[in-house]
């Protein structure tokens, strides 16, 4: 059988992105065949390296950001860097950053620098508000994002109420996808129209992005959505406790669920209740219909009534801890989840790829590299000889100690 390439084998990133938002884009680009180079300071190199270090030395946070990338040290700041720059960008499809807006531009690394350089590159700017504005060339972190948003207002329960923060770095993992796709998107038109350009995707963008459902209603209307923490969209689009303790979900929002969700329950009376009888009716009936529900699911454990549901074909699945994920071979089947090889633990486990293709292959290539691993066999690809190279190591332009290692405290 012939192995096709992985989508993105061919192109090559230069990847000078910090902390979440970047790195999360450059490893899903890696993930899909592309050529990362991760290009870090010398000494402490990303920030992220430090952040939430284990006992083992195991940084879970930089690990699930940068795995399948190789990295090498460069200070922007001494002299020669520019040039050994030019050279990294000199073949490269992309690159990528998340410095302070303006930072790469007062140092001569800006897009109209580099374009001179490769008019074919796609220059990504990773920006917490967008690249027009008073806010434009401001700096910005996940919650800053968030709260402009108005996502803190919507999740807290409405004007008045006290503001509430999504966890996982919402506004940076979805800015992420974001930076992924329009990446992706930008070598796709270069593929057409044989241009290179500059893009910018932010965090405040994809906060609204992410919120364009409640955001487009207001839009329209001027009502202003009220979110409860804790409360589900509606009585039959919600979560439930079974007998045995464990709890579940079900989504119903087709009419035509209701009586089958009513003859697995064995709750016949609920189809023949006016106050039941139609959506309508359900909605204005919220309390009492799911006072009704919590009780007929304290009947069966939760295998019972999820065995029960799938057979009526309504929308189910039970409601996992991280333990019973990691234990379900349903994910490991879909390759959600990955065990890819590590150079310091023997079992290492990894958030997979949510994407499946059938002809071309995709797989978490490798753990995060360590600092600067890859420094010097960089520097002897771009034709710099070893005297060269130890110039720019007495010079302070690189180094090769592997400092702040993302898997062991070396």
Not at 365 to 387: H, I, K, M, R, V
Request: glycine share 10%; proline share 6%.
């Amino acid at each position: 059988m012939l192995i096709m390439p992985a989508p993105l084998e061919g192109i090559r990133v230069v990847d000078f992105t910090r902390y979440q938002n970047g790195p999360h884009a450059t490893a899903m680009l890696a993930d899909m065949g592309a050529d990362v180079l991760k290009v870090e300071m010398p000494g402490n190199g990303d920030p992220g390296r430090q952040l939430g270090v284990g006992a083992d030395g195991f940084c879970s946070y930089f690990e699930a950001l940068n795995r399948g990338k190789r990295s090498m040290t460069l200070d922007l700041r001494a002299d020669g860097a520019i040039e050994v720059v030019h050279k990294l960008i000199a073949d490269a499809d992309v690159l990528t950053e998340n410095f302070r807006p303006g930072y790469l531009d007062s140092i001569g690394l800006g897009y109209d620098d580099l374009k001179q350089v490769n008019p074919q590159l796609i220059y990504a700017t990773n920006s917490g508000f967008g690249p027009e504005g008073e806010w434009a060339t401001r700096g910005s972190f996940d919650v800053v994002a968030q709260g402009m948003s108005g996502a803190m207002i919507a999740l807290g329960g409405g004007p008045g109420e006290r503001p509430i923060t999504a966890p996982w770095g919402l506004a940076d993992q979805t800015g992420s996808l974001l930076f992924a796709y329009g990446i992706v998107t930008a070598l796709f038109a270069r593929s057409q129209h044989g241009v290179g350009q500059k893009i910018d995707v932010s965090q405040l963008g994809a906060m609204l992005t992410l919120q364009a459902l409640s955001l487009q209603a207001f839009l329209h209307s001027g009502f202003q959505p009220v979110l409860k923490p804790g409360r589900s969209f509606s009585a039959t689009f919600s979560w439930y406790q079974a007998g045995d303790g464990k709890w579940f979900t079900m989504g119903l929002l087709d009419p035509k669920s209701w009586a089958p969700l009513c003859e697995a329950l064995e709750r016949p009376d609920l189809l023949n209740d006016e106050r039941s009888t139609d959506p309508f009716q359900r909605r204005d009936n919220e309390e009492w219909l799911r006072s009704e529900l919590e009780q007929t699911f304290q009947q069966r454990t939760r295998d019972e009534w999820l065995a029960r549901m799938i057979a009526a074909r309504i929308p189910c699945g039970p409601v996992y801890d991280y333990e019973e994920v990691a234990d379900d071979k349903h994910f490991w089947l879909n390759g959600y989840l990955q065990s890819p090889p590590h150079p310091h633990f023997e079992e290492h486990k990894v958030v997979g790829i949510p994407v499946s293709f059938s002809e071309t292959r995709t797989q978490v290539q490798s753990s995060a590299p360590e600092l600067g691993q890859d420094t010097e066999l960089e520097l002897l690809n771009l034709g710099y000889d070893w005297p060269d190279i130890e110039r720019l190591h007495d010079s302070g332009v690189t180094a090769v100690k592997h400092q702040g290692s993302a898997a062991a405290g070396d």
